[in-house]
């Protein structure tokens, strides 16, 4: 664990860094992104989306920038590398929690129906 | 960014999703707005536009949650670093709030921040210097529309009063606190069993030890309640209640006496005279404010003791208490022994109750290891005084939440109906909002001068409102003290006074209805104010009085109309009540209950109720020999009172239908235990059989008499001499009790219950020694309230302890009478403010009417319109409003008539319809006013006033 990021992520968080990873996106781009990804169903709403940008932007995870497009100027969110730090460390614990919990599935394997 | 409203960014109209939305949006504090207002609206608008109407559902509904709850986050937020820079402003220039500041300006939004924060400083400045200004105006618009801020602001003060009055009894109840200095350092000391969870009161051992060892409580003292017969010379002898105090208690509550001394703890020592501190109310009361009272010598039961102090009004310690003694307790008393006592203190200085009970636990544990057969699982706990007498705090929450919701709730209503009013009076000042528009106020700027103008009425009507509060306080106590049947006095410290707190509460009351009431119709008045600007003629396309406002002064005039269905309904059961021949002739009764208290002298429970039953016989005795008394008799209750009711079969074939209120299986009887001469004591004739002998309150004899009504309703009127009846299971898990033999039927003896003047009962022959407490009841030749005090005399002198708690029976009451007083009234409040409401509507709908028509009626009185048909055009839409209200309550008053199976009598038809037209006219009346002012408009004034 490094010192950027003490606590987990919350799976929305996680989402948004992650499609942010892949290049920089509008609002309703990382919507779509994000829903793309989860199986939810359940869409993101704008009020919690922008939230969580805000909050991404506060900690220097994410930064911003204006663009014209034909609807007029749009902001376009990009990852840092602080939050591409963050990013990678929170996978990487992921991944070592899922090593050390996986053997307990093989000893109980699903039962064939 | 700045695209004009209801289009996007290139001129196509936004769908009304995305308009709702972005309305939405101004839930969010203005500096989230400012920041991500636009995102957030483009990308829900991108959103909405790639779904289908499933889709369009799930995302509406996600989107509104989801904004809500960002709402509320971002408030927080909002609100907590207002707090934080509030606090910075008092070290404003150290280096940390510097930095603070520069962190804040670089993680602002930095394109729009600027833009924001000169917005933000610009709308200050404007505030600060409108403000005096806004309230000048508001006071000038007090006395300028009279009928609005009488009405209005009447409507507001009993919504504040009825808030202030409420939270400062729930502050009262449920966050408890002694009105003395330190109240909150008083504590009591509970000596609780952890295994059965109950609190031992035999605690003396306890006390004595804890007296001597804790350092963390001083001035620890205890009490211990009884009832005792106060005699005095020349005032004859009245039970009341008395504590046995320690002396400590007066050095706690701090007040000095007001006469005399207070008690002293050489008044304790076990051979010292035996003397009473009174308090203010029985000084009055029962020594008729004698100022030579100090030195006098009353009788306590059956010691002598002299008066030694007077306390002053007000002083009621431990509960509600008016006459103190001395403790006097007994070092040696064993564990678990002695009188229940209840412990009291106050925290040591620098101690606080976690020091207590930590200390406390250290003393339970020694004695728990000392006495281990007694104090094994006993517990000692600490908790604030107030709290250790009636502890409502598991309810605390819910009753604080549930009663904001509530008074929150009436306050919206009401202050929406002045709304209503100031948006007429707005809507009539519509030019002048107009020119100012023009001359640059924003339409914040406006919005706040209508607010400043309904603070200013709101707070003329807070003043009102908390000057009726005390009235109100002493009015709900009552209702308390009334509907709380354990209590029978509220404790001193809950009191018809306001605190600071509730103080607040109405102010914040006042701000909350004045937003509502000057806000939000200043929202609606200034709408499309550039457009009509534009326009240039106030009054094109101007605000609209809605169809919801109409609907609801309909629905107001409606309720108004139906409200005294339920109250002719309420008092026709009051009526019914006192319609019932009770059988008897209260006036010449008295009843008394008879008390006494368990002597050492008594082994058991059945040696207690013995002598009970001996005492009881003497006073029969020489009431018997007294020539005023015509009969003396007893039971377990006595016709008027309220009767036990139970279950009961008869052997064979009772009658149909039976009782359809009742849920149990059988028969509903009154069920009472009487003395063997009752009914010759009550004059009633035996009907048919016989009257109770002696013998048949042997044990094994199981013979009843039943009253007229039971042989009615229970037998369908056959026969019942021989007839056996028996209880039912009552859930008690015993089954079905024996049968009873009935041998005699007596006339209904006002046994009735609520408003039906059926009444079955089952009465039982006992032996005055088989219930407790007795009710006695004397027949009384002449006055029987001269006859009190002699009945008092000959008590006392059967036995100084025997208490007898008598009143005529004329003032034995069913408790539901008084129940309808109190419904009855809260009804006819009901009924007032409504009516209050309703006028308030009318009268809004018919300024406001006249306000738009100015012209036209300048136009047609210059046309050489008659008065007459102006005032026609001008009643029909509130005379319309009416005539439909008064249909509407007229189709509510059937079907609450039709809920209550009653029809209305004609002279209540006839009341109703006066009330109606009484309610008509005064609605009319609101309309006066307006109209009058119409009529006097000049045609040049009407069209100079638009042009």
Redesign the interface.
Known sequence: MDETQPTALAPRDLLVLSVLSMGPLHGYGIVRAVEERSKSGLPLDPANLHRVLRRMRRDGWIEETEEADGEGRRRIHALTAAGLAVLRAEVERLDSLLREVRPALKANPRPAR | ?N?PTGT???GKAKSPAVRA?RALLRV?PRA?RA??GD??????A??WA?RGVR?RV??GA??L???M???V??WIEALGAAGRMLRRRGNRSTPSSRRERASERK?GSR?RGSRAGIHAVRSRSFAVRGSWLDFKVGLRMLAKYPGVSLIGGLAMAFAICVGASAFELVTQLFHPRLPVPDGDRIVAIRLVDAQSSDVEQQATYDFVRWRDQLTTVDELGAFDESSQNLAIEGSGVEPIDVVEISASAFRLMGDPPALGRTLLASDEAPGAPAVVVIGHDVWQRRFGGDPAVVGRSVRLGSTQATVVGVMPAGFAFPIAHSLWVPLRLSAHEGPREGPAIRVFGRLADGASLVDAQTELDAAGARLAAAEPDTHAHLRPRVLPYARSVYDFSAWRSAGTLSSNVVLVLLLVLICSNVGLLMFARAASRESEIVVRSALGASRTRIVLQLFAEALVLGGVAAVVGLAATGTTLRWAIGILEFGLPTVEALPFWIRDTLSPATIVYAAMLTVLGAAIAGVVPGLKVTRGLQARLRASSAGAGGPRMGGVWTAVIVAQIAVTVALPIPAFSIRGDAEALRRIDPGLDPASYLVARLEMDYARADSSVAAFHARAGRTYAELERRLGAEPAVGGVTFGDRLPRMSYAQRPIEVDSGGAEPRDPGWTWPGYRVARSSVGVGFFDAFAAPVLSGRGFHMADTAPGQRVVIVNQSFVERVLGARNPIGRRLRYLNDGSGTGPAPWHEIVGVVPDLGTARGPSPIAPAVYHPVTPNAIYPLQVAVRVHGDVRAFMPRLREIGTAVDPALRLYARPMETVRDEGVRAIGFAVRLILVACAVALLLSLAGIYATMSFALARRTREIGIRVALGASARGIVISVFRRPLTQLGLGIAAGAVLVLWLMGGTQRLLPIEELAVLGVYVVFMAGVCVLACIVPTRRALRVEPTEALRSDA
């Open positions: 960014m695209t996007d960014g290139r939305y969010l989230v920041a991500d995102e957030m609206e483009r990308t829900f991108a959103m790639q889709g799930v995302l996600a989107s949650i989801g904004l709850m960002v709402a986050a971002e993680n394109q």
